[in-house]
């Protein structure tokens, strides 16, 4: 090539003296060809090059091809099922005859010209001929173009074909690389180069791309596959993750060059454009086709930029920077849109930190509503960490403003939500879509991790969880999925380990955790010390790493789990956090509680319906139970239970049919419904909760439907308490003899108006006899508030005693006639009482007066010494007689240890306005609950007091604040009382009882001296600790029934608390200039708290209440935190803390006092006004985040439906599931404000994340058919196949340097199954659209799960399924090239059913018990060896290896033929596909696995008549009969044997 671009060719020649000359014989122009021939035209004069195709290369790609063609296996192979290879080979050989040498060329738009040149080193010489044998338009890209331009190596590589030999051609390798030094490796595939009519003819199979220098900076586009990275030197370079999971590495796109460390570079989030900052200038560019355009240039004149940023709003993109020349905020509009680019300034101005330092590092605050562009989602834009040590995140104060000016704004919209003082420099500091803060800190050489949560209803942030690291940071980052879960991966100098925030706590019930749940080992190659180690989640949650020069992908499907840590099989990284994050299930005790405490009752009944059918219909047909579908439509009805019941009584009048009385009765959950859910129970293994919740499932299960039907008897607390205390009767009898109520059950029943019904409920709960056991454990002296009442059951209680067991010991019943002052009826049982011993004596003694102090003296001397002999309960009654009842309580509390007897005494003896008694509660019962923190009981003993105001308070305000009450330590040195139980102090069900409170104080005109803050933060705490529990829709549901509260604004709050006319309050919307030195709440910002609202950072405070108590908590049963840790304490003055105008550390921890609870009303008026300011949208954010949870809830149920549904089906109930839950998400919609397009976007984010494709076919779009966004189930069918592909062959091939296993291979047939019947209800949507061809996509999708599904199934040598699998591989292949699908349907419907395969053999079919046993098959074997003594279980795994081996061989025989099909319709996008990522892999696999079980077959010639007698059941005996019929067995066999290839070397 010369610089005139002409290529010149030049031959060899000798002159009449032999001396060697060269001479011009052909002159190649490459942009001057032949008008027929050239089509491109080209404008620029610059050298391009020719290539020369050395024949040696050619003739070694052919030769490689014969080598195999030479095999005899081989000829015969071919010829038998694939003749028209060996067509081609001859064509093939015929045109490089023809044309030995070849040269070809690239044009600048990809287009390809080869030339053949004929009689170049002829002898005799002739004149060369240059032919243009081939032009192929654009086989290139545009952006190839330059890799052309420069020398390239082109060879043949007969390793590669050898290891795939089966489906090999001729290739041959041409490597490339460009002026940047990228090396890029493409595949030149001879036979679709000169004999095929496919587009694909080159293929770009490696490229090797990376940084001159270390990269220092990585960002991953938000919505799309690109990543961009920096070496903050010399270039940006562009990448993509192209979803073809069959390599590690990342496609290299392009490259920009910058000239200054200090760029900055970010992605817009809306489509593929980048901007850059250099040289004071903002370059925007656009991303096209493995190339980059600048669109747009701006001039920053002198602001130089330190932070610059994008986000969308109401569908248009914005960027912001903030320069370091008076902390300027800039805000542009920038139009994206093809042929109208275009930038506006519509905002500048400073942001206010004159007092603050110098800006160390400044966070990016966007939240997850930023991906779906029809939110009103408050705008954050960013936080800046100072050197002041102080956090402050900023937002957009008035939205509106911003958007509707027609200027430049000028003023300050700027307002701070967020301000805190951080006692340790921050080293990194990353800011979650769910506005959760991690930040790493370093002291003294050592990392520590911080997580933070932002209050939604307070001004601060408050840590959650806190840890000493034992490495480095790196880096970290977060991951949103759409399922509302969200991780941390944080870089450590050898792995990265990702977090998870789990849904309780085991080692610490009153602190949030955060834990480890997987470990990523870095590549061996990268695994080098030093360096920047940088880690970024990619949007379809591939992990990216980063090291020195060289960046690599971590798919989230196939990664090295740490087994010490994850003991589950190796499948989806994200799945695999589910068991500590994800939702309880609806059947969950847990959850079925909560909702009937909140009078949900058809919520629990429908759950525990759908349970029963599920489990009665997967059990008939012998399936495994892997998942329950929960029905998501019962939790947004509202309850109407007695209406529904009294139309029931009139539905048979009006049934038409026999089916409509079934439909009505399968809605419902019948006693006999629940006798058989209970014998079910007791033989099965519910997923998703423990051996202990299942037993109280079950107590659920037998009492929900008989107190539910006495719910015309009780009030709402008295139903509250009959759950309660049936559960609790059925512990005591079938769980454990200990158990008791707590003082939360305790409390509905002190609270109920059917108090005479419930006490007679408690007496036929306990049998025929009603003693003071059972009453001390249904706590009736506690909760019955009547003093009459009380002595009446006491008087019961006590003839009870005394006749127990036909005794009639007067002793039992002592103590009651005492405390009721009823010594003669003591006398009158002591005469009768004949046999006792003491009878003389007693009535000697009992005939005193014990009103005279004599007596009294002489009782109290008696009492004395019966406590020295250890008689305590005989004592209690002497000390009573003695008239000494501080003393009969002190030994029921100390000795006895029953503070309920003792409280039952002193209602006895002096009624309820006993001394002992108050002091008892005072001066006892509060210390306890004080010291644990137990709301429960101190709202008891104030209610017991008649103290209102603090019975509302003790809700709210921390206990400590009740100490002063306490008036003397009389009882200090006594222990607490034995059915204590462990306390939860943000028990949600407080809201309940706040709530029973408030109407009650109403009802009867008391004061309710509750703040609306209070309340409102008491609703928040609820819903967090919902959330936390696993229970997301409850939290919706609080969320709904007190919107009105929530939304009430500051002023309407304040006259709700103060009547009187008040003036107008602050507004941040009325200037931001005055918010300088005031916190705003982070509602204000969208930023919501998604931890333990109101937790206190001090995890040593009211954590270890009371060492010895917890010992007994195993036997004491809370059926609302059954065997679950609680979260975290919840510190009720931190709200207080953080309104004092100094800031204060997130490290100290010193105690709020009472005066601080009360704060000035002006400053409470002050933070109130500034919440409120964007309280309704925040609102909407943590609905659409707990919204998320429950979509996906239901996307999984209708997924385990559809999977099930030929089983399902027979059930009416599950005819209407998807029905009833398509609707159930219309009304979840509707009840989180969320558009319906948002929903579509979610379900759209949520398939190409999770498992959730078959829900997806049947649910989207909500508004319309899925056929018409054909293009957006093609994307996901594209990402499922490359899933696919990716879980099968890389655990195929070991390079994860994981080997397959059982398990492993179970996990890829369950998604592969899964997708199976995706696919067959996309072809039903099909069909119903009378759309007769398939997508080629779709086609795709059909081929990896299929080929997924068989070749697992090898693995596993599930023979049966094998069988009918491999029989309908051709006709499943074939019917997806027909218009008809009935036939394809058909086929799928009986591969999910398992339907029987007819092999006809000509023999009769053997039943198992014609089959040999192993000691008659050792003998039979004995006696017919010769040569070598195997063992019958030796060649028993020498069979099942020869059956996989031959199956290989036919799978891949059956793909090569519909290969050829394929290239007969021109399908060049599908064939390319089934060759490059099925066939090709395949062939690898199965040359890789017949290379290591050759020699273990050498001997199969031996004994293949008597094969058949090796095989274990008659579905393997099937299996080799179809076999027979469909392939050459005996052909592959005689290959193996060792005589055969030895013949064969001679």
């Known amino acids: 090539m010369c610089r005139d671009n002409i290529c010149r060719l030049w031959a060899q020649s000798n002159d009449e003296n032999n001396n060697y000359k060269f001479y011009m014989c052909k002159m190649i122009e490459p942009f001057c060809l032949p008008p027929s021939l050239n089509h491109t035209p ?20 052919i030769y490689s091809d014969s080598i195999i063609e030479k095999n005899k296996f081989q000829k015969k192979w071919r010829q038998r099922v694939n003749g028209n290879n060996n067509k081609n080979q001859k064509e093939l050989k015929d045109i490089i005859k023809d044309n030995q040498d070849m040269l070809f060329h690239v044009s600048p738009d990809g287009t390809v010209i080869i030339w053949g040149v004929q009689n170049l080193n002829t002898y005799p010489l002739s004149i060369p001929h240059l032919v243009v044998l081939i032009k192929i338009p ?60 496919q587009e694909i003819h080159f293929r770009m199979i490696y490229s090797w791309a990376a940084h001159q220098n270390s990269i220092n900076s990585l960002i991953c586009h938000p919505n799309l596959p690109y990543i961009a990275t920096s070496d903050g030197k010399s270039e940006i370079m562009i990448w993509y993750n192209n979803g073809i999971q069959a390599k590690k590495s990342l496609d290299w796109v392009t490259s920009i060059n910058i000239n200054e460390s200090g760029a900055l570079f970010e992605w817009f989030t809306e489509g593929p454009y980048i901007y850059v900052y250099q040289d004071n200038k903002i370059y925007i560019y656009i991303i096209t086709d493995r190339a980059i355009q600048n669109v747009l240039t701006y001039e920053m004149n002198d602001y130089p930029i330190i932070y610059m940023n994008t986000f969308s709003k109401q569908k248009s993109s914005y960027l912001y920077a903030l320069s370091s020349k008076s902390n300027i905020l800039f805000i542009w509009q920038v139009h994206l849109k093809e042929n109208d680019f275009k930038i506006d300034l519509i905002y500048k101005a400073g942001v206010e930190l004159d007092d603050c330092g110098k800006i160390l590092k400044i966070i990016s605050l966007s939240d997850f509503s930023s991906a779906f562009t029809y939110t009103n989602i408050p705008i954050g834009l960013f936080g800046t960490y100072t050197e002041d040590q102080c956090l402050r995140y900023w937002h957009i104060g008035d939205e509106q403003a911003l958007f509707d000016s027609s200027e430049i704004i000028t003023d300050n919209l700027l307002v701070k939500s967020v301000e805190k003082k951080l006692s340790d420099p921050v080293v990194f500091a990353k800011n979650s879509k769910l506005n959760t803060l991690a930040i790493v800190t370093e002291v003294d050489g050592t990392h520590k991790l911080d997580i933070f949560i932002n209050d939604i209803y307070n001004l601060v942030i408050k840590r959650q969880y806190s840890i000493k690291l034992n490495s480095k940071v790196y880096d970290m980052d977060w991951y949103f999925t759409s399922e509302g879960q969200q991780f941390l991966a944080i870089a450590f100098e050898k792995e990265v380990h990702i977090l998870c925030r789990t849904r309780k706590s085991e080692e610490n019930p009153n602190y949030v955790k955060w834990e480890v749940f997987s470990k990523v080992q870095y590549p061996k190659e990268t695994n080098e010390e030093g360096g920047e180690k940088l880690v970024k989640w990619l949007e379809n949650g591939t992990l990216v790493y980063a090291n020195k020069s060289m960046i690599y992908s971590i798919d989230k499907w196939v990664i090295p789990q740490n087994l010490e840590i994850v003991q589950n099989p190796r499948s989806n990284l994200l799945l695999s956090a589910n068991d500590k994050t994800h939702r309880l299930p609806l059947y969950h005790p847990q959850h079925l509680i909560n909702y009937i405490l909140w009078g949900r009752y ?51 009048l009006f049934r038409t049919s026999i089916e409509e009385e079934n ?21 099965i293994k519910l997923p998703y909760i423990n051996k202990h919740e299942q037993m109280n499932l079950v107590g659920i299960v037998n009492i929900l439907l008989w107190t539910t039907e006495q719910k015309m008897q009780l009030d709402e607390n008295g139903m509250r308490y009959l759950i309660t205390m049936k559960l609790f009767t059925y512990s005591r009898r079938f769980i454990s003899q200990s158990a008791q109520l707590n003082f939360r059950d305790i409390t509905w029943a002190y609270y109920s108006e059917s108090q005479d019904v419930l006490i007679n409920f408690c007496k036929m709960s306990c049998g025929e ?97 019966l406590l020295s002999k250890r008689r305590f309960e005989n004592a209690v009654g002497f000390f009573l007689l003695g008239d000494r009842l501080y003393d009969a309580v002190n030994v029921c509390i100390k000795q006895l240890k029953d503070i309920q007897l003792a409280i039952t005494i002193c209602r006895l003896y002096e009624g309820d306005e006993s001394p002992v008694l108050k002091d008892l509660y005072i001066n006892y019962l509060l210390p306890q609950a004080i010291d644990n923190n137990d709301r429960w009981l101190a709202n008891h003993i104030f209610s017991f007091l008649n103290d209102s105001e603090s019975t509302l308070e003790s809700i709210f305000v921390p206990l400590e604040n009740f100490r002063n009450k306490i008036t003397s330590q009389s009882y200090s040195d006594l222990a607490g009382f034995e059915y204590y139980q462990e306390t939860k102090p943000e028990d949600p069900i407080l809201l309940i009882l706040y709530q029973n409170l408030k109407d009650n104080y109403k009802s009867l005109r008391k004061p309710v001296n509750i703040k609306p803050f209070q309340e409102k933060k008491l609703i928040f705490k609820a819903i967090n600790t919902y959330e936390i529990m696993g229970c997301p829709m409850l939290s919706l549901d609080l969320i709904n029934k007190y919107s009105d509260t929530l939304l009430k604004t500051e002023e309407e709050e304040e006259k709700q608390f103060h009547p009187k006319e008040i003036t107008k309050s602050f507004s941040f919307l009325s200037g931001p200039s005055s918010t300088s030195n005031n916190n705003m709440n982070s509602l204000n910002s969208g930023l919501l708290d998604w931890g333990t609202f109101g937790n206190n950072t001090n995890t040593n405070t009211n954590t270890t209440s009371n060492t010895s108590n917890n010992t007994s908590t195993s036997n004491n049963y809370d059926w609302l935190f059954t065997r679950t840790k609680a979260s975290p304490t919840l510190d009720w003055s ?110 759209i984010w949520g398939c190409n994340q999770d498992h959730s494709t078959l829900a997806f076919i049947d649910i989207f779009p909500m508004n319309g058919k899925a056929v018409d966004f054909s293009d957006i189930v093609d994307s996901i069918f594209y990402e499922k196949s490359n899933t696919l592909n990716r879980l099968l062959f890389r655990l195929s091939d070991g390079s994860d340097e994981f080997p397959g296993s059982k398990m492993n291979y179970e996990y890829i047939t369950q998604v592969a199954k899964r997708f199976l019947i995706t696919l067959d209800h996309w072809i039903k949507q099909l069909h119903k659209s009378s759309i007769k061809n398939f997508s080629p996509k779709m086609i795709q999708f059909a081929h990896s799960t299929y080929l997924s599904l068989l070749l697992t199934t090898v693995h596993l040598k599930d023979w049966k399924k094998l069988l009918l699998l491999v029989y309908n591989l051709k006709g499943f292949l074939n019917g997806l090239q027909n218009e008809d699908h009935r036939a394809l ?5 009986d591969i999910i059913n398992g339907a029987e395969v007819q092999v006809n053999n000509g023999e009769e079919e053997e039943s198992d018990d014609y089959l040999l046993s192993d000691d008659e098959m050792e003998e039979e074997l004995r006696i017919g060896s010769k040569s070598k003594d195997y063992s019958v279980k030796e060649r028993r795994e020498k069979t099942e290896t020869l059956l ?19 290239e007969k319709m021109n399908s060049d996008e599908i064939s390319n596909y089934f060759y490059d990522f099925l066939l090709k892999p395949l062939s690898h696999m199965t040359y890789t696995f017949e290379t290591e079980v050759k020699n273990k077959l050498e001997d199969c010639n031996t004994f293949k008549d008597s094969l058949k007698s090796y095989m274990k059941d008659k579905d393997q005996k099937k299996y080799w009969e179809l076999l027979k019929n469909l392939t050459e067995t005996d052909l592959i066999i005689d290959k193996l044997s060792t005589m055969v290839t030895f013949i064969e070397i001679i």
């Open 1385 to 1389: 349907h058909t086929i799928i419907k």
């Open 602 to 652: 058809n919520v629990a009944k429908d759950g525990l319906n759908i349970l029963y059918h599920y489990i009665d219909l997967m059990k008939k047909a012998n399936r495994e139970i892997i998942n329950i579908p929960s029905p998501l439509w019962s939790l947004f009805e509202e309850e109407n239970e007695n209406v529904a019941n009294s139309s029931k009584k009139y539905n048979f």
């Open 138 to 197: 654009k086989a290139f890209s545009s952006s190839d173009y330059n890799f052309f331009r420069n020398p390239v190596l082109i060879y043949s590589n007969p390793a590669s074909q050898e290891l795939n030999a089966l489906c090999s051609s001729p290739e041959l390798m041409i490597v490339a690389h460009n002026s940047r030094g990228i090396m890029n490796c493409y595949e030149m595939n001879l036979y679709n180069v000169f004999l095929s009519s």
């Open 42 to 61: 080209v404008s620029e004069p610059k050298i391009s090059y020719v290539h020369w195709i050395d024949n040696r290369e050619i003739h070694r790609a």
């Open 1444 to 1462: 996989e081996l031959i199956t290989y061989y036919y799978i891949i025989s059956s793909l090569e033929k519909y290969l050829l099909d394929l």
């Open 663 to 683: 439909t009505e009765d399968v809605n419902t959950f019948t006693n006999e419904k629940a006798r058989l859910l209970t014998e079910y129970l007791y033989q």
């Open 1134 to 1243: 931190e709200y207080d803390k953080e309104k004092k105008s100094t800031l204060v550390s997130i490290d100290e921890e010193s105690s709020i006092k009472s005066n601080n609870v009360k704060s000035s009303t002006n400053t409470s008026l002050s933070s109130i006004n500034n919440k409120n300011v964007y309280i309704d949208q925040s609102i909407t954010l943590l609905k659409w985040y707990l919204g998320l949870r429950a979509i996906w809830d239901g996307c999984n149920s209708i997924a385990n439906v559809l999977e099930n549904e030929y089983i399902l089906v027979e059930s009416q109930l599950f005819k209407q599931f998807i029905k009833k839950m398509h609707n159930g998400l219309k009304k979840l919609s509707k009840l989180i404000n969320m558009p319906i397009e948002i929903i579509n976007c979610v379900l």
């Open 769 to 865: 006899k009603f003693l003071w056991k059972d009453a001390r454990a249904l706590g009736l002296s506690l909760w019955i508030r009547n003093n009459n009442t009380l002595r009446h059951q006491i008087e019961l209680i006590a003839r009870n005693q005394y006749m127990n067991n036909g005794e009639n010991n007067p002793y039992n019943c002592f103590i009651f006639y005492m405390a009721m002052k009823k010594l003669k009826v003591i006398v009158g049982l002591w005469k009768n009482a004949v046999w006792h011993p003491e009878r003389a004596k007693m009535l000697t003694f009992l005939d005193h007066d014990f009103t005279e102090p004599r007596w009294q003296k002489a009782a109290l001397k008696n009492a004395f010494a």
